[in-house]
């Protein structure tokens, strides 16, 4: 558990099935325009049934894949962590973050905490989603410290490139 000191939509390009560890031949790392294929809203990589299953198989899934990036400061660390979020967790943490402005409450006033729960696809396949919910409140000293801090970590985010382990194919 600990403190979101800033978040941000990534996304991410490997074309067809899994097959190691090679860079995204695409990525965007503000969710906006990508570094080869142009305007995420428009490429053809982000529609779904795009995506290539480990059989080669068509998915119901986007090929291009939306990542949240996560920043959380933990007690007693100097620094935050960096949680990717890939795409089965997205609709959770927005649903998260929706429940929070709906409280009037900022993602810096609370202290969040993440599990895991198992989920699966329409095909069966079982993964698991990460679950953001609120463990208490962030005193003064902490949101003053998180509030220097946040701008200096967007702005160093926006040129972390995109790896593997931000998004693992299950």
Not at 76 to 86: E, K, M, R, T
Not at 121 to 132: C, E, N
Not at 136 to 155: C, F, L, N, Y
Request: charged share 20%.
């Amino acid at each position: 558990a600990g403190v979101v000191v800033h978040h941000h939509t990534a996304r991410a390009y490997w074309p067809g099935a899994f097959s190691g560890y090679r860079p995204p031949e695409c990525s965007s790392l503000d969710g906006i325009m990508g570094t080869v294929y142009g305007a995420c809203a428009t490429c053809k990589f982000n529609q779904f049934a795009t995506a290539v299953r480990q059989d080669g198989s068509k998915g119901s899934g986007k090929a291009c894949k939306e990542i949240r990036r996560i920043y959380l400061l933990m007690d007693g660390d100097a620094f935050p962590i960096v949680l990717a979020l890939p795409p089965g967790s997205v609709k959770g943490w927005l649903s998260y973050r929706m429940a929070l402005n709906q409280a009037l409450l900022g993602l810096r006033s609370v202290i969040t905490e993440f599990t895991l729960a198992q989920d699966s696809t329409a095909d069966g396949i079982r993964y698991s989603v990460a679950v953001a919910k609120t463990v208490g409140a962030v005193d003064s000293d902490t949101q003053a410290r998180v509030q220097a801090m946040s701008a200096q970590i967007a702005e160093g985010a926006s040129r972390v490139a995109i790896a593997l382990e931000d998004y693992e194919v299950p």
